[in-house]
């Protein structure tokens, strides 16, 4: 995955996320590579089935998906990262996902270059 030294990260309290402590931070597609184990992928979709909930078939973890607010993008979940300490500034931003409908605009769209 390709990110910036200077990330935001976007800590959600709908449901899903607060109760597997999900921390998103999202990224462009063209930005992200799957380096192993994408055999072992299994995708779980519900509601309006735009999201694509990617979780490992063999342990359960979701460290990634195709949310529905960016589905030009990935979700990673910065909690799932081998080192989140490796960037130089790291902001997070509380986002009201149980009023998700009503939220949604206030997500920061993907910047396009």
């Known amino acids: 995955m390709r ?7 976007v800590d959600c309290n709908c ?7 999900y921390l998103h931070l999202i990224v462009a597609k063209k930005d992200f590579r799957l380096l192993k184990g994408e055999t072992d992928i299994a995708t779980y979709t519900f509601n309006t ?5 990617m979780f490992c078939s063999v342990c359960g973890i979701k460290s990634f998906y195709v949310p529905r607010s960016h589905p030009d993008g990935y979700s990673v979940n910065f909690r799932c990262l081998e080192d989140p300490d490796g960037f130089a500034s790291v902001i997070t931003t509380e986002f009201d996902g149980r009023e998700w409908e009503k ?3 206030d997500l920061a769209p993907l910047e396009s270059e």
């Open 103 to 105: 939220n949604a605009d």
């Open 3 to 9: 990110a910036p030294d200077e990330i935001e990260l």
């Open 49 to 53: 089935g735009a999201a694509k909930h």
């Open 15 to 21: 449901s899903m996320c607060a109760r597997t402590g």
